[in-house]
């Protein structure tokens, strides 16, 4: 009998520490960082994980670059993909290739079709090819706080994140987005969007699951109360 008492506590020993958390990953937008997650409060049981990406290589897809971020992401245990903006359609194409438990974007596009026009507009005639990657992180200094006025609640932090983009990066990500190939979805994705979003404008985008009023492309650092409620309760089904 003692014997057994002994087996069963190392049962219980072995199931109680051999659980895994499961993994959220996180992926920053385009003119973002990891601190762009930093006011989310995420349930403690969550192990977050944000990753990290230089300039993708000369002439990759959103897929490609989504594969070759792949590599970051441990699929033997359980895990959510959480993306914001570029991140979020990062998360799209990883979910089409991988098994997350769940699949976030915020402030994002689910495809192709839910991108403004100016985007199918420079497919067609892409005149981001002529400028230097220079000119377009100088450019969007001066357009951020005109076109989502919201960032001045975090103004500092949004110019910091910005401003340590190079040229090659954001010349090649421009290129992600523009020619972004993907026209419908076959994984279930919760899209977290803002009325106020200028950058990706929400008229554009086919039942949001989650609708944040007023919320702007910004939201997850500027309304991280709210997103983070969100978060929880689809985390917690």
């Not at 990953?25 to 930093?38: A, E, L, T, V």
């Not at 990290?52 to 959510?80: C, W």
Request: aromatic share 8%; proline share 5%.
């Amino acid at each position: 009998m003692r014997y057994l008492f002994a087996i069963t506590n190392i049962f219980l020993f072995i199931n109680l520490f051999g659980q895994t958390t499961t993994i959220i990953y996180c992926f920053p937008g385009q003119g973002s960082d990891k601190r762009i997650f930093d006011s989310l409060e995420i349930d403690p049981n969550y192990e977050i994980r944000v990753i990290e990406y230089g300039a993708p290589d000369k002439h990759m897809t959103m897929n490609s670059f989504a594969r070759q971020l792949s590599a970051q992401i441990d699929t033997t245990k359980d895990f959510v993909l959480m993306g914001v903006s570029l991140g979020g359609m990062i998360c799209v194409e990883l979910a089409e290739m991988l098994n997350p438990k769940r699949t976030i974007i915020i402030s994002s596009a689910k495809n192709r079709n839910e991108l403004p026009g100016s985007y199918k507009f420079q497919r067609a005639i892409p005149l981001y090819k002529v400028f230097p990657g220079c000119i377009l992180v100088g450019g969007a200094k001066i357009l951020q706080p005109l076109v989502e006025p919201d960032r001045n609640k975090n103004k500092e932090t949004f110019k910091s994140m910005l401003g340590s983009k190079k040229g090659v990066y954001m010349k090649r990500t421009v290129g992600l987005l523009i020619n972004w190939e993907r026209e419908n979805n076959t994984k279930p994705i919760c899209h977290i969007h803002g009325t106020n979003d200028h950058t990706l404008p929400f008229r554009k985008i086919k039942q949001p699951t989650y609708t944040i009023d007023q919320g702007s492309h910004m939201m997850t650092l500027t309304r991280a109360k709210e997103i983070s409620s969100i978060l929880n309760s689809v985390l917690a089904r």
